[in-house]
């Protein structure tokens, strides 16, 4: 087996800090936010014993990459930054996986034509009525890290974990067996060096862009997933497009269930 590197290189927007693991064609996965590259690392290993290169950049903004250059960039611009990043590694066609905010960069990357993407695998569409995305957003609204006379601030990282985990997973819960996955995405939020500040993903017309989409694609979701509802209108948009829905949970979020994720990406992108 390979091992993992860390590794960075130049953007317009800073530095970007990737992982990298295996040879082989490229397969760029793309994290979920508020997370970073690191959410695959359970993944990576089995994805790269059925032949693949795995890489795992932090986007701008995230982890260990510099932050974004300016507030308010869109899904066009993170999409234009990751295409100049693997081009100064040399990637000149690759597959890409995306998830919930980065599945709409992934889509950008495809339809972007900087490089070559021979496949796309979005794992959780934000095909949202408004009233959806609103109920969305609101089991967010009171977390806030700043400075608060009830001490809430204190919390703000545990809390902010605890309801990004329970809101991916509904039946999610504190025990003793999941405080190292509470403490890793801890870690990841901590690393973020931006200020909060509305997603990306909030006014992204996806339907149109996926109408656009001439690439074998994979809509990926769970039977309890928060985007779940978005997992057919996307299947119905796409031309080109086939479906997994995975029992429970979504595996990704749980490293027993590693193989069980990467069997259905990589049997994709064998096809």
Known sequence: ???????YVDTAAGQMHLRTLGEG???VLLHWAPATGAMYRHVMPPLVRRGLRC?????PGYGRSADRPRP?????????NLAKALTALEIVSCD???????AGIALELALGGRLAVRRVVLDGLALLTKAEADALMARF????????ADGGHASFVWDSVVAFLKEWDPAFVVSETTRPIIFGYMRDLLDANRPPEPSPILGYDMASRLKLL???????????EPLRVGHERGLAL?????????PGSHPLHDPARAAEYAEVVAAFLAS
Not at 55 to 59: F, H, M, Q, T, V
Not at 141 to 147: I, Q
Not at 214 to 224: C, D, E, G, I, Y
């Open 1 to 7: 087996m390979s091992v993992l590197r860390c590794s």
């Open 25 to 27: 064609p490229p397969l």
């Open 55 to 59: 890489i795992a950049p932090d986007l």
């Open 72 to 80: 308010g960039w869109t899904m066009a611009d993170y999409a234009a």
């Open 96 to 102: 890409v996986l995306g998830g919930h905010l980065s």
């Open 141 to 148: 609204a009171h977390l806030s890290p700043v400075v608060r």
């Open 214 to 224: 001439r690439v074998p694609t994979l809509f990926l979701t769970a039977a309890r």
């Open 238 to 246: 796409a031309p080109q497009a086939a479906g997994h829905v995975f």
